[in-house]
């Protein structure tokens, strides 16, 4: 069991690492290019990058679920239920946004490094960012954060271990954005990814994790 989690642990590591080399792929041509790159060019090269390492994290996903004994994970169709519950999660989001800002405004903590790196590179190349932050981050984030690290974890089909797995990537989620040194902001993003490892491991269906993930991304790039 140690030995499978491990594993999926260097995996998982192996391919957060050629998620920040897609984001490097992506944004360096564009930013010596002084933001003159075409809108085809940046275009081009982001659906090349991050559609290869999409189909590669897709695939290592399913290899882990195919390793486990749950059924819990699978396709859930849009009901009322579903519906109503991704809508309470998109509440709780903002609520956490909220909380977060509120924190700010307040001096107890600052803007968050990488936020303020992420809209200075904005600046120079829009498209590029706006790619990155609002179609590839959320399905590539979900993808190593939900379906790969969570996974990581043994018994899946276990509701204890859910759990478990829950509060452990979501605190490496907040780990990838900011540090321990940093650790109201580290909170922040934290239980931002517990809300979205909550409605991962309550769906069984990491699309809706996604969507949650796109419209916290989008919400931020638009205010």
Not at 113 to 133: F, K, R
């Amino acid at each position: 069991m140690i030995k499978t989690t491990l594993k999926r642990l260097g995996i998982v590591l192996l391919l957060f690492i050629g998620y920040s080399y897609a984001e490097y792929m992506v944004l360096v041509p564009t930013l010596r290019s002084h933001g003159r790159a075409g809108t085809l060019e940046v275009a081009g090269l982001f659906t090349v990058v991050f559609g290869i390492l999409l189909l590669l994290l897709w695939g290592t996903y399913q290899w882990f679920l195919s390793k486990e004994k749950a059924d819990h994970w699978h396709r859930q169709p849009l009901t009322l239920k579903t519906a109503g519950f991704t809508a309470l999660m998109v509440i709780l989001m903002y609520a956490v946004q909220l909380a977060g800002g509120l924190l700010q405004m307040r001096g107890a903590t600052g803007e968050p490094a990488n936020q303020s790196s992420l809209m200075a590179i904005m600046q120079q190349a829009p498209l590029a960012m706006t790619l990155i932050a609002c179609v590839g981050g959320p399905a590539v984030e979900e993808l190593l954060f939900r379906g790969l690290l969570m996974h990581s974890f043994p018994h899946q089909e276990k509701i204890g271990w859910r759990v478990v797995a829950v509060i452990l990537s979501s605190m490496i989620f907040g780990l990838a954005h900011t540090s321990f040194t940093d650790p109201l902001n580290w909170a922040i993003y934290s239980a931002l990814g517990a809300v979205f490892g909550l409605t991962y491991a309550t769906t069984g269906d990491i699309r809706y994790s996604m969507f949650l993930h796109f419209v916290n991304n989008l919400a931020a790039l638009i205010l």
